[in-house]
């Protein structure tokens, strides 16, 4: 006999209604000598009563079907039609309700057996034997099925996890979940770290608890250098690091996982006693391996997004032109960790007529933006360079899209601060209006433009602007004002605002804008000031 059959099999509380108190005592004594337990009621509504009482409920009733105050028929159809009993499996027994149609009745109104007197005793026990049977097996159906669907949201939620913290979270919680009962979660970082997030019982929140310096224990596990899931049994006081479920006592439950050789496993750690069967094993294991999948995906999106930066900041100036025809400052803030990177990108040439500024952006957020946009700034500086103005530059630019990335569009504005005069020439394809603010304070939105580059359009001519000494002016990309719950126009009134109280060096308002405009995180941003001298 199975050890599965031998657990359905064994003994249970049982509730016995009937209004005789011989039957009652013949029926209870067969029970008991069975080894079940037995609390009885000697009509439909003490039957009902009982049961709802009960602590632990019974797993099965037998029900006579004449009782005193209602039948056995409607004790069935009450018992079924409650949530909290469905589950019981309900024996009428009858010595007067013997015909074919009394057991068809009671079969079809809820019965899961009908049994006439007198009853063997061996007919008894095996009949409510079958019952239990059958009910736990649906029982652990019912549980295991609710269980993956406690796996399922688990597995979301560690994949919908951006940060190794969260992902800890969502392991230390969903193995509460799964097993009820208090669970810790050890991740180990690229640089050795382990981030720890423990929860005490099912259901409680996860909490984080103090970074160690490396992997409980180097990891001693059955794993050893090979990539999978396994789960190890080890003693309470064996653990090295202090652990939620240290608390319970006993011996505990380990499991680890790894998805690439020579990775720190992922471990997943709960008391030994909440793992007593293979579905339960099963089911830590899944949820462990699942949580190393999540966190070599997490590592490798920090390792892309490292060098996907990386790369992007090769693509901008290293540092400023020294000038003496202005004073010039940058930010440069890359978008979240969470969002891919952009195409925003600056621009500060010297050249033998002057200075030429440039802030613009590529579309979309992608290394391959990022690409077009190291493309685009190293041709613009070589234009500019060879004495082009700035509508030329667009022109020029505009072909090379066209050749390179016909489907990608560039916004981009461009200033020419000659060294001979006071004019400004300023060809926008585009971008957010450049800000002039003049020596006396007043604030100009330079508002002409022309169409953004990679439509292969006529760029118009640049427009002049006079700009004496001591004007300040001021580029953005739209990561800086852009936000969900405001308009455009919303936006750009708010910068001219900020530029209008900004400190008068360029650097004080570059910073000045970034505290009032904080990064929110979806965007990259780019801040070019500059404040112009006397020719």
Same mark, same amino acid.
């Given at each position: ?105 009671? /079969?079809?109104?809820? =019965? &899961? *057996?009908? !049994? #006439? ?7 008894? +026990? @095996? $009949? ?50 799964? /097993?009820?009962?208090? =669970? &810790? *979660?050890? !991740? #180990? ?7 720890? +997030? @423990? $929860? ?54 380990? =499991?680890? *996982? ?70 010039? *400052? ?206």
């Amino acid at each position: 006999m199975t050890m599965q059959r031998i657990q359905d099999e064994r003994p249970a509380l049982v509730l016995v209604v009937d209004d005789n108190p011989t039957n009652r005592y013949v029926l209870g004594t067969t029970l008991r000598r069975a080894g079940h337990r037995v609390v009885e009621a000697a009509d439909g509504a003490e039957g009902l009563a009982v049961l709802a009482a009960c602590d632990p409920r019974p797993e099965a009733a037998l029900v006579d079907v004449r009782l005193p105050d209602m039948t056995g028929y409607e004790v069935c159809e009450r018992i079924k039609a409650d949530p909290g009993t469905a589950y019981l499996p309900v024996i009428h027994i009858s010595a007067s309700a013997i015909s074919a149609s009394d057991r068809t009745q009671g /079969l079809n109104r809820g =019965a &899961d *057996a009908y !049994l #006439t007197e007198p009853i063997a005793p061996d007919e008894l +026990l @095996a $009949t409510l034997t079958a019952a239990l049977r059958y009910t736990r097996a649906r029982h652990r159906a019912e549980a295991l099925a609710a269980r993956l669907a406690r796996l399922n949201e688990t597995t979301l939620s560690l994949y919908g996890a951006t940060t190794a913290v969260g992902l800890a979270q969502a392991a230390a919680e969903g193995a509460s979940r799964l /097993l009820d009962t208090a =669970a &810790d *979660a050890f !991740l #180990t970082a690229s640089d050795g770290s382990v981030t720890h +997030l @423990a $929860t005490t019982a099912s259901g409680a929140p996860a909490r984080e608890l103090p970074t160690v310096p490396e992997a409980p224990g180097t990891w001693r596990h059955s794993l050893a250098d090979r990539v999978g899931a396994a789960v190890d049994t080890v003693p309470r006081a064996g653990w090295p690091l202090p652990a939620a479920v240290r608390e319970d006592g006993g011996d505990l439950a380990v =499991a680890f *996982a790894r998805t690439k050789p020579g990775r720190p496993p992922a471990a997943v750690v709960v008391p030994a006693a909440a793992v007593s069967t293979p579905h339960d094993r099963d089911l830590l294991t899944q949820l462990t391996h699942t949580t190393a999948l999540a966190l070599e995906a997490l590592r490798a999106y920090d390792e892309e997004r490292t060098l996907a930066l990386t790369l992007q900041r090769s693509f901008l100036p290293e540092a400023l032109p020294p000038t003496s025809r202005a004073r010039l *400052a940058v930010r440069y803030a890359p978008a979240s960790r969470h969002a891919e990177i952009g195409g925003d990108f600056y621009e500060a040439v010297r050249t033998p007529t002057g200075l030429v500024l440039a802030v613009g952006d590529v579309a979309g957020h992608s290394l391959e933006a990022a690409m077009v946009m190291g493309q685009v700034r190293h041709a613009l500086r070589a234009y500019a360079l060879d004495g082009h103005a700035p509508h030329e530059i667009h022109r020029r630019l505009e072909r090379i899209l066209a050749t390179h990335d016909p489907l990608t569009s560039v916004t981009l504005c461009t200033v020419q601060v000659p060294d001979g005069s006071d004019v400004l020439r300023i060809a926008n394809a585009g971008h957010i209006p450049p800000l002039l603010r003049d020596p006396d304070g007043t604030v100009r939105e330079i508002t002409d433009h022309g169409p953004l580059l990679g439509l292969a359009l006529p760029n118009p001519e640049p427009v002049e602007v006079v700009a004496a000494p001591g004007t300040d002016l001021v580029l953005v990309t739209d990561g800086l004002i852009e936000r969900r719950d405001q308009s455009l126009d919303e936006g750009l009134t708010r910068l001219s605002d900020a530029v209008a109280t900004a400190p008068k060096d360029p650097e004080g308002l570059c910073d000045h804008l970034l505290t009032t405009f904080p990064p929110d995180g979806r965007d990259d941003v780019a801040i070019l000031a500059a404040n112009l001298r006397g020719r």
